[in-house]
């Protein structure tokens, strides 16, 4: 029980791109949701908390026009990575909790090169 | 405010020998502890937690975890390496009820046959 897909896992695409990435709970109802940034050799950053139904609170130093959040239901939250530049390049990895359980489960991340 | 610690960046053991992965947590108020694993290019997989019941926590491919609240202490063991283990583990702690975490650095556990 509680998996979490993550997709695409793999992305290549050219400066100036938006980026769709998304984050789903296969058999759970995710009240929340989290993005984590991960750089090489390093351990995850949290970019934003999202809520089903509420805006995404972004923690400090990302840029919330920049990284587009969407929990539009209680199984799916996107993030899309708006004109990406070669600098967004890294591995972005989803996690989301079950209701009255504060858990994460992670998804399989995605791996983004932007040229 | 909480805080994690994993005393070790890298550590290396021989196929079939023990496993000791060292963690140890600040936390004003009760924690929820958590070991993560996480092989290359994937997302993490939740190996076992200690959210305030049994101090001895039994996880999955035989890992377990025993929460010492004296030392601070949250140290992942395994009797026996195999060499699927070798990958990156987590340490992460949490307020117990909230789900924003907070991770430690890193072990890589490297398993030599």
């Known amino acids: 029980g509680a998996v979490v897909s993550q997709h695409p896992s793999r992305v290549i695409c050219k400066s100036g791109t938006s980026v769709k990435i998304e984050c789903r709970s296969l058999?759970?109802?995710?009240?929340?949701m989290f993005w984590y940034r991960q750089f090489p050799k390093q351990s995850l950053m949290l970019m934003a908390t999202?809520?089903?139904?509420?805006?995404?609170?972004?923690e400090q130093g990302v840029e919330k026009d920049k990284f587009l959040i969407n929990h539009a239901s209680l199984t799916l939250s996107t993030l899309t990575v708006t004109s990406a530049h070669p600098e967004d390049s890294s591995f972005y990895i989803c996690?989301?909790?079950?209701?009255?359980?504060?858990?994460?489960?992670f998804g399989d991340g995605t791996r983004l090169s932007i040229l | 405010a909480q805080s994690v610690t994993q005393l070790d960046s890298h550590v290396s053991v021989s196929e079939g020998t023990p496993v000791l992965l060292r963690c140890n947590y600040s936390?004003?108020?009760?924690?929820?502890l958590f070991w993560y694993v996480q092989h290359p290019n994937k997302g993490l997989q939740l190996l076992l937690k200690?959210?305030?019941?049994?101090?001895l926590v039994k996880g999955i491919n035989g890992f377990e975890a025993e929460f010492k609240k004296s030392e601070t202490s949250f140290h992942l063991t395994k009797p026996s390496a195999h060499m699927s283990d070798a990958a990156e583990y987590f340490c992460?702690?949490?307020?117990?009820?909230?789900?924003?975490?907070?991770f430690g650095k890193g072990t890589m556990l490297l398993v030599s046959p």
């Open positions: 996690s989301a909790s079950p209701r009255f359980d504060a858990t994460q489960h």
């Open positions: 058999d759970f109802q995710a009240t929340t």
């Open positions: 999202s809520n089903e139904g509420s805006k995404a609170t972004y």
């Open positions: 936390s004003s108020y009760s924690p929820s």
């Open positions: 200690y959210t305030s019941a049994a101090t």
């Open positions: 992460v702690v949490s307020l117990f009820g909230y789900s924003t975490l907070t």
